[in-house]
């Protein structure tokens, strides 16, 4: 039995010209300032992979099926350099929002090219929107839960129990080149807990993995110094696991330069020292909004003030490089929000309160069960490929048309890096570099 497990979890982006123009000066003065806050450091590859995908491919390697991970973007040659006879008979799709359209047409293609073949969906959006999936797109056989050995069983019409676990939990020689030209991503924990209305980690399935992420497996493979994120939605799932996570971490000599996401509220003197013990660089925050009903209206809480005061606490006691991430065009978001949350992210980015300020879209994913959907929101393309957080808006509020929403979201873009390049007179002395700061998020923008 062959299987194709195709990684289609990321996808290139269309940019509009100003958006272009946009992502090159931030990634520039990124390079300047990320060198200058974190030191000398072997920066992330450029290109990425899912975590899962290849958990899923090493438990079926490992039980003895002939399993290929691919890439999406090699599919086309894999389908064409292959004989009608050396098509595979499962394919497996881990997707998100955005890709679904694409695996369904990719599976057409090979359900019309071999009798038989046996297609799959898997990942979040497989997860939380199965119903509308299979009704929009039936060429899926089936939809595969968010669980590595459950979803390795189902791809092969087994059971659990008939599979044994793999000594290493993610073979790293699956890829098809050397770890170091990835992007490197570990994770402690799956879904999120929290379950904030705007936002799909919280709809997905929680799950806890081993509390080092498996560092010590990766280490073999990169130079000391290489940047490593862990990409849990929240660092171990919660506060209390966040400081076991760090705790196991610093029990291992890695010598490697770690980031991982936070949420604001849990942040203590005791968790930023067990952070910087373990080797934690980079610590990334969510400034949803600075309007307490736009807080509300997304089930997020908390005080708007809470994340300032946090980050005075981080740049009193450590040197950690602190990324917020702030998203434009949250249900029940007004002109004054949107207004005021410029106004202060130009503040901590002068003042260097912060050394970096993301900037995403909300985007309404698509989900079975409606009453979890924030409100106040009027979808207006049913264009899966559509829904991503760089784009066109989708949507628009009550109160913000989606012109709106995308007028803001290219006005902050060019204000952020107004801010950062004056917080650092770069301009002014010369000193922006020429290059762009090699994220593997590059990778995913048509520059
Ligand atoms: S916004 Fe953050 S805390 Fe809330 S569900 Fe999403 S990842 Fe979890």
Known sequence: MKIWLIDATTYRRSLSPLQIENKRLYFRIKNYVKNHIVGPHEPPGQKCYSAGVLRIATILRHNGYDTEYIPLAEIDK??????????????????????????????????????????????????????????????????????????????????????????????????????????VNLFTSSGCKYHCGHCQDGLAVYN????????????????????????????????????????????IKHNMLLSCDLRSEFISSELVENLVNAGFVELRMGLLSTDRHVLNNINRGGNPDKILETIKLIRKISKIYISIYITIGLPGSTTDAVDQLIRLVKHLLEKRYVDEVKCNLYVPYPNDDNTTSPIGVHIQNEDWTKYDRQSYPVYGLSKLTSDDIWNAFQKIEGEINISWDKAYELSRSGKIPDTCYPEYIISCYKL
């Open 208 to 251: 806890e993995y081993a509390l080092d992420g498996g560092l010590s497996e990766v280490l073999v493979y990169l130079k000391p110094k290489t940047t490593i994120h862990y990409c849990d939605s929240v660092l171990g799932g919660s506060e209390k696991r966040a400081v076991e996570v760090c705790k196991k971490i610093s029990s």
């Open 78 to 183: 894999m389908i064409e350099n292959s004989e009608r006879g050396a098509l595979p008979d499962i394919v497996g799709f881990g997707a998100v929002t955005p890709t679904v359209p694409v695996c369904a047409h990719y599976s057409s293609l090979l359900k019309s090219s071999k009798n038989g073949i046996r297609i799959v969906l898997g990942g979040a959006h497989a997860h939380f929107a199965s119903k509308t999936t299979m009704a929009k797109y039936p060429v899926f056989d089936e939809i595969v839960p968010d669980c590595d050995m459950v979803a390795a069983a189902k791809i092969i019409q087994s059971r659990p129990k008939d599979l044994s676990n793999p000594p290493l939990y993610i073979d790293y020689k699956i890829l098809p080149e050397p770890l170091h030209n990835y992007c």
